[in-house]
């Protein structure tokens, strides 16, 4: 996207988003304070106009996210029953895949969708929201979706952050950023004092505590991961077996505690350039997880995974995907794919 093409789609999106007066605005799978801190700022900036807006998620909250401010005025419904002919625009935020806003079944339900309604604010590598609506994806390779509407459109307006709006933005900058740490791009620092201008509170916002589950997530995951180090990669392989363990030493839900795990060991331990793991969706599927250092000249683990058969989006060194076949199968071509990138990168290098 050139600089003229986004500033076109801006304007058009602003004008779309000024003409209706009910609006949805849907929220992403992982839900966490990024899309859920931005859905709920554009939904204050949009009911300031005033308009009607409301603000769904088609996943459950997860236990994580149920102190962030003003958590409940997000609905949480289901696609069958939910009528989207009600509102006059909808906007998802922060992703750039159908599946991610809509679910396994987002093929059935985007056909009873008006395409022209939707628009998508994001942040990440353009997905396949992207190829069907290029004309409504507002996309800029921000910190966060979180500066994104407020460099684009709450500071444009000149509107007065309440307090409790900042602390929404602010949560979900330092969440992206994990405390300013990965994702810097310019005027991240500008965004974050405008919002410790308007009353977010840093001490409150960054204390931030993991589930006693994160740890005895991690104290398993890494007793059971392999690590490879002429791949420089670590590799958590979840399958049905594990995933019985898991169900037993922490819950049904275990899955919702592998965040700190992924900070942890994916990109910290030395030698160890890229992590990931492979859950067993056992349905056919597999899903998978990466994080890449942010520091250094290292592979695109998204265009590897893609160039193997997988669905893959997110960023350049985080990002997630799927693959229909085997566990196994999936090991097989990642490792065999990663092992001639990295073949390929060293003899360029020669
Ligand atoms: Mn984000």
Known sequence: ??????????????????????????????????????????????????????????????????????????????????????????????????????????????????????????HHIPGTIQKTIPERCFNVKTSSTAQLLYDYFIKPSGVQLPPDTADCLYRALLYDTRNFKNEMHPGAYNFAADLITSGADHAKDVDVNYEMQEFTFMAWAVEHTEFIPDLQLSLLVLDAGAQNELEEKISADWKDFNKLYKEVVERQIKGYNYGIILIDNLDGTIRLGWRTRSYGDHLSIGDIARGVGFHAGGHYNAGGGRFSGTIDEAKARLLNAIRHALAESAARLK
């Open 1 to 122: 996207m050139t600089k003229n093409d986004s500033k076109h789609i801006l304007a058009h999106v602003q004008k779309l988003m000024h003409q209706a007066d009910k609006l949805l605005i849907v929220v992403s799978d992982p839900i966490d304070p990024d899309c859920v801190g931005t859905a709920l700022a554009l939904s204050w900036l949009l009911t300031q106009q005033p308009k009607q807006v409301e603000v769904i998620s088609l996943f459950r909250i997860p236990p994580e996210m149920t102190d962030f401010p003003n958590i409940n005025d997000v609905s949480v419904v289901t696609a069958d029953s939910f009528d989207f002919d009600r509102y006059n625009i909808i906007v998802t935020v922060d992703g750039g895949d159908w599946i991610q806003f809509l679910g396994k079944d987002w093929k059935e339900i985007t056909a009873r969708i008006d395409l022209n309604k939707m628009i998508n604010l994001d």
